[in-house]
C-alpha cells in the first residue's frame, strides 16, 4: 500500500478518438494491447512506478469524455497532476485536434502551469503510413514548452519509459519548487538578521 513518502498524483490523457489512449494506457497497466476500438467516456487506473529515489503510484484517467461531456474533461484537467496529451502519426489531423485540449489546460491551470508535467505522445496505433514525422511532434512540443516521444502501445514501445518520465518529471519540478521556497527562507532569515544588525547598531549609537 502507498505511504505518505510515495508520490501520488493523477494522471489526465487526452486526444481524439480512436489515436490509442485507452491502448496505450492499457497497455502499461495490464501489459495487453487491445485492437479492436471501443469510446471511452472516462476510464481511471492506478499503479505503482519506480522513480529515481522513491516509489510513486500514478491514478491514470483516460477522460476525453467527448463533446456530449465537457464537464467530467474540466473536472479531470482542474485535479490532474500530470498530463499526457496523445495523437496518431498516422493520422496528421489528430495532432492539430490536441490544440484545444492543451489551450483548456492551459486556461485552466493558468499561472501555475510549469508546475505540471506535460508530455505530448505520437503513438502508433494502426499499420496506416505514416502522416507525422518525428520532428513534427518535436516542433509542437517545443512550441508548448512541454516533453515529447513517440510510442507503440500494439509493439509495447516506449510504454513503461512514457509513465516513468512522468513521474520523474514530478519529482523534478517539487525539487525545484522546494529549492525556490528554500532560497525565499534564505532571504527572509537575511533580512532579519540585517535588519537586527541595524537595530543593535542604532541603539549602541
Known amino acids: 500500500a502507498p505511504t505518505e513518502s510515495n508520490s501520488y498524483f493523477r494522471v489526465v490523457v487526452v486526444g481524439s478518438a480512436g489515436v490509442g489512449k485507452s491502448t496505450l494506457v492499457q497497455r502499461w497497466v495490464r501489459g495487453t494491447f487491445r485492437d479492436s476500438y471501443l469510446p471511452t467516456i472516462e476510464d481511471t487506473y492506478r499503479q505503482l512506478v519506480g522513480g529515481q529515489r522513491r516509489m510513486g503510484v500514478l491514478q491514470i484517467t483516460d477522460a476525453t469524455g467527448g463533446q456530449r461531456y465537457p464537464g467530467l474533461k474540466r473536472m479531470a484537467i482542474a485535479r490532474g497532476h500530470a498530463f499526457i496529451l496523445v495523437y496518431s502519426v498516422t493520422r496528421k489531423e489528430t495532432l492539430e485536434e490536441l490544440k484545444p485540449f492543451y489551450e483548456l489546460i492551459r486556461e485552466i491551470k493558468g499561472s501555475n502551469l510549469h508546475k505540471f508535467p506535460i508530455v505530448l505522445v505520437g503513438n502508433r496505433n494502426d499499420e496506416g503510413p505514416r502522416e507525422l514525422a518525428l520532428a513534427d ?69
Open 137 to 205: 511532434g518535436a516542433a509542437c512540443a517545443q512550441e508548448w514548452n512541454c516533453a515529447f516521444m513517440e510510442t507503440s502501445a500494439k509493439e509495447d514501445i516506449n510504454v513503461q519509459e512514457l509513465f516513468r518520465m512522468l513521474l520523474l518529471e514530478r519529482e523534478r519540478r517539487r525539487d525545484k519548487i522546494k529549492e525556490f521556497r528554500r532560497k525565499i527562507l534564505r532571504s527572509r532569515s537575511i533580512q532579519k538578521t540585517t535588519n537586527k544588525e541595524e537595530t543593535v547598531k542604532d541603539t549602541v549609537k
